[in-house]
C-alpha cells in the first residue's frame, strides 16, 4: 500500500511542477482523504509524512491562488491586464516549482530514511 503513496506523491509533483495548481489542490485534497482511509494499513510515522507534505502542497497551492485574487483588486483599467497576467505567469510558475520542490525532497529523505531503517532491521 505504500506505493499508492509514492504515486501519487510523484503525480503530485508533476503536476506543481507543470503549474496545474487547481489539479494540485484536488490531489492534495484526495490524497489526505486516501491517507485517512488507509491509515490501518500504514505506519503512523509514514501517515505523518506524508500528511505534512500534502498539506504543503494543498496550503502553498491555496496561498498562490489567494495571491492572485489579491493582485486582482490592483486592476485599475485595461491596460494593467497584460502586466497582471505576466506577473501571474512568472510568480505562479516560481512558487509552483518552490513546492515541487519542496516535496521532492521531503518525499526523498522520507524514502531514504525508511531505507535505511528497512535495511537496519534485516
Given amino acids: 500500500m505504500r506505493i499508492i503513496i509514492y504515486i501519487v506523491t510523484a503525480a503530485l509533483i508533476k503536476l506543481s511542477i507543470l503549474g496545474l495548481g487547481m489539479l494540485?489542490?484536488?490531489?492534495?485534497?484526495?490524497?489526505?482523504?486516501?491517507?485517512?482511509?488507509?491509515?490501518?494499513?500504514?505506519?503512523?510515522?509514514?501517515?505523518?509524512?506524508?500528511?505534512?507534505?500534502?498539506?504543503?502542497?494543498l496550503w502553498g497551492h491555496i496561498s498562490i491562488y489567494g495571491a492572485l485574487i489579491g493582485k486582482l483588486t490592483f486592476?485599475?483599467?485595461?491596460?494593467?491586464?497584460?502586466?497582471?497576467?505576466?506577473?501571474?505567469?512568472?510568480?505562479?510558475?516560481?512558487?509552483?516549482?518552490?513546492?515541487?520542490?519542496?516535496?521532492?525532497?521531503?518525499?526523498l529523505r522520507t524514502y531514504n530514511q525508511l531505507k535505511i531503517s528497512n535495511l537496519n532491521t534485516n
Fill in 24 to 57: 494540485s489542490i484536488v490531489t492534495a485534497f484526495s490524497s489526505l482523504f486516501l491517507l485517512k482511509v488507509m491509515q490501518k494499513k500504514l505506519s503512523e510515522r509514514l501517515i505523518n509524512r506524508f500528511r505534512k507534505k500534502f498539506k504543503i502542497a
Fill in 75 to 107: 486592476i485599475d483599467g485595461i491596460s494593467d491586464i497584460p502586466a497582471f497576467l505576466a506577473s501571474h505567469l512568472v510568480v505562479h510558475h516560481m512558487a509552483s516549482g518552490l513546492i515541487a520542490a519542496t516535496l521532492l525532497i521531503m518525499s
